[in-house]
């Protein structure tokens, strides 16, 4: 068994005897370099108003009747401006007899240790505690890695933690929209906690830290305002200490820096002398997070009292950093009015041992149970359980360790060096925040990289922050959402449409054309027409049938043309009502099957004509042969087929379907059917070959006999065929709106109607007005005719 052993000399300690002891930590002095004993170190004038907290609030608790009566509460308390100086004092406070025993005894009523000021300095000293679970309780350290219990068991703080602090910064700059900040902090484990929280909470938000940087005593502060500037960066979050923050002010007042806004964290935002000092109005605005001031009753007594003096006045007694503590020049005003922002957190950290100790013993209203001995881990245990009112706030912790209480202020500094209420937050739910700086500001500062873009626009990354972007406009057909995302342009459905720069889509006007549209009855109407004047035909051919009109138009033939017309009217129907997958093969099937029989049937009879007036006589055997083997039904039956084949693998490998047409029209649907080009191009090539050779064999007949010339009609309904699909095709391709569907079916229509109109029309006028016309020996007489004048 080891033991080490403590050597005495003179501490930095002031002690009070009683039945059971506390242990206070406070850094009267800051040593910011090297400690020097030939010169005085700053005297901390609100660590020394901490320090006389508890020592009132222990003169308090001892003077209570209700609260542990008959049992006297004694304190140690060490300035611990240096672990270098102040480190044995603590090796003492635990140490039993001189000596450090890990598995000996604990220290003789040591209960707990109240300290330290900063987290860096806990944490040096903490370990010591945490082995034989000493409660130490901070009123200060607020760094999130005390939250750990495995590390820091008997660890428990009254002040609220650094993440709670950095939520309020962060709602704070929410508030204001301030995106574009900088953030300065002690260059130790409490700043760097604090950089990781607020890195951490800003991760999904649109705030951007510019520019970041650690202070301490060798820090080149003209260079950090010249970046910050450059940068451009008009917020500033000082996560630093009292002692750096006077640093960093009186550096930014030499430096001119104007016009920036300085966010305080609860270290520094009741500072006494910073809002008073000179030149400190040009630095721009102060906001900050504070605890809030309460008032202790009897603490101004206290400080006014002979008891407090008397450790002025015993300097020799009483030595702060191994110096002699000289405070003749310290007036109680100056105590009482020093910075007031741990001195809650310090008399609630007394007062939660003195109930947990209370309730350990057992104590009634007038005794304790003196029988018992008294651990650090019983008190512990109590602790943990606090529950107990302390000037009209509920004290209890988490089950880290950590206040679940209260609320922090946000504080402004005016213009006349005074700290004011502006706003506050509290830490339970429904954690209220509120805020207004419109009394005391006439323009809120701005502190962005980019400008907000304009409503319609997204942000494109401009760098390594976000919050730096140059703004694009949306395009048609698509939306910026920027609560969810600001950085794309989504695009609408086909079911939507949107203009230029918008925010939301809009659902597109479904149009097709109705059965109900005058076009569409037009047509129908149309359709129903021609039925019947093919029907009528069909009739006064079939009782004229015998007639030399009916023989010369084709004879049996012209029944097989009018029933090929009827059935590709058809497709006419179709073109109207909302497409179907029936309707959108209907619209092409009946007029592409039956027209092509009316074709061949043209190009046959144009053929007969030609071969009986002009091949016949040169080319005999042929002629023979065209007879004998009925060569034109041959070829109608020929046609048919193989048009009937290219339609069935073409609408077998993609049938047309219904399409939504909404490329050329942004805020409408145009319903149609969409063909594919590949699968029906061979019938159609099919279709304008037969026209064409038609065409051919007719225009080979325009000088037969005027009265029997069928070659020149034919000629004359092709070339009508022929410009209508070319007038069909050039709008088609300079319009694609609802009505396409109406002239499609118009064209369909229009080349039904040239075959009967001016085929067929003509030979029934004759039947019935000219009858005289319709003999053979009329006919007999023009091909005489014909005859002796081609043989001339």
Not at 109 to 133: C, E, H, Q, R
Not at 162 to 181: A, M, S
């Amino acid at each position: 068994m080891s033991y080490f052993e403590i050597s005495w000399d003179k501490m930095s300690t002031s002690k009070l005897d009683g039945d059971y002891l506390l242990g206070g930590l406070f850094d009267i002095h800051h040593v910011s370099s090297p400690l020097r004993l030939d010169r005085p170190e700053p005297f901390i004038l609100s660590s020394y108003r901490s320090f006389q907290v508890m020592r009132f609030a222990v003169e308090e608790i001892n003077n209570s009747t209700s609260l542990l009566p008959n049992i006297s509460v004694g304190y140690i308390l060490f300035d611990q401006c240096s672990d270098r100086y102040s480190f044995p004092s603590m090796l003492n406070l635990i140490s039993v007899a001189g000596l450090l025993d890990p598995w000996g005894d604990l220290p003789k009523n040591l209960m707990a240790v109240i300290g330290s000021y900063t987290s860096s300095k806990t944490m040096s000293v903490a370990p010591l505690f945490m082995m034989d679970l000493i409660p130490m309780i901070s009123y200060s350290a607020s760094a999130s890695a005390f939250s750990q219990k495995k590390a820091y068991p008997s660890f428990l703080r009254t002040v609220h933690t650094n993440k709670d602090v950095i939520e309020i910064i962060v709602r704070i700059l929410k508030h204001f929209k301030w995106h574009w900040v900088a953030f300065l902090y002690d260059d130790n484990s409490y700043g760097d906690d604090g950089r990781e929280l607020f890195i951490r909470k800003i991760q999904d938000t649109e705030i951007c830290l510019a520019y970041t940087k650690g202070l301490d005593h060798q820090t080149d502060y003209p260079r950090i305002f010249r970046q910050i500037n450059t940068l451009r960066v008009h917020v500033i979050i000082v996560f630093a200490s009292e002692w750096m923050a006077e640093v960093l002010f009186e550096s930014a007042i030499q430096q001119n820096v104007t016009n920036k806004v300085w966010l305080a964290t609860d270290a520094w935002s009741l500072n006494r002398k910073l809002p008073k000092t000179k030149g400190i109005r040009n630095v721009g605005t102060v906001l900050g997070v504070a605890a809030p001031a309460t008032t202790i009753p009897g603490f101004s007594d206290f400080v006014h009292s002979a008891k407090a003096v008397a450790l002025c006045e015993n300097a020799e007694q009483e030595t702060f950093c191994n110096q002699v503590f000289n405070c003749s020049g310290l007036s109680a005003a100056d105590v009482i009015d020093a910075d007031p922002t741990f001195s809650f957190t310090v008399y609630a950290a007394v007062y939660a041992i003195a109930h947990a100790l209370h309730k350990t013993l057992q104590c009634g209203a007038s005794s304790c149970n003196d029988n018992m001995t008294v651990y650090p881990h019983m008190v512990l245990a109590e602790l943990k359980k606090s529950n107990f009112t302390l000037l009209n706030q509920t004290i209890h912790f988490d089950e880290n360790g950590d206040p679940n209480y209260g609320f922090y202020l946000i504080v402004f500094w005016n213009h006349n060096g005074d700290v004011q209420e502006v706003g506050y937050y509290e830490f339970y739910p429904p954690f209220l925040f509120r805020i207004s700086l419109t009394n005391f500001l006439q323009q809120v500062p701005t502190s962005v990289c980019s400008q907000e873009c304009p409503i319609g626009h997204k942000k494109k990354p401009e760098g390594i922050h976000r919050c730096c972007f140059n703004c694009e406009i949306c395009q048609n057909g698509t939306f910026i959402n920027i609560t969810e995302d600001p950085y794309t342009c989504v695009s609408c459905t086909d079911a939507e449409w949107s203009a230029e720069g918008s925010t939301s889509c809009s659902l597109r006007v479904v149009e097709f054309v109705p059965f109900t549209d005058t076009g569409a009855v037009v047509l129908t109407v149309a359709a129903w027409a021609l039925v019947g004047l093919n029907l009528a035909v069909s009739v006064l051919f079939a009782i004229n049938f015998n007639t030399p009109v009916v023989r010369s138009a084709g004879g049996p033939m012209c029944f097989l043309i009018l029933i090929c017309l009827t059935l590709s009217s058809l497709s006419v129907y179709f073109y109207f009502g909302q497409p179907t997958a029936a309707s959108c093969i209907l619209r092409f099937l009946p007029f592409l099957l039956f027209y092509i029989v009316c074709l061949a049937c043209f190009v046959v009879r144009s053929f007969q004509i030609v071969c009986i007036f002009k091949i016949a006589a040169k080319l005999p055997k042929l002629y023979s042969w065209w007879m004998k083997y009925h060569g034109q039904w041959l070829v109608i039956t020929v046609s048919f087929a193989i048009q009937a084949l290219l339609l069935i693998i073409g609408y077998s490998y993609d049938p047309p379907k219904p399409f939504n047409e909404t490329f050329w029209y942004r805020d409408k649907i145009v319903l149609g059917c969409d063909i594919n080009l590949n699968a029906t191009s061979t019938s159609v090539i099919f279709l304008s070959s037969l026209c064409f050779l038609c065409f051919i064999f007719s225009y080979m007949g325009k000088d037969l006999p005027k009265n029997y010339n069928e070659a020149k009609s034919i000629t004359f309904c092709l070339l009508l065929l022929i410009l209508t699909w070319i007038a069909f095709a050039t709008v088609y391709l300079l319009y694609n709106g609802t009505y396409i569907q109406t002239l499609n079916a118009l064209a369909i229509l229009s080349s039904l109607y040239s075959f009967l109109w001016w085929y067929f029309i003509p030979k029934c006028l004759i039947i019935i007005f000219q009858p005289q016309r319709n003999t053979q020996q009329y006919f007999q007489g023009l091909i005489q005719s014909y005859t002796k004048t081609i043989s001339q």
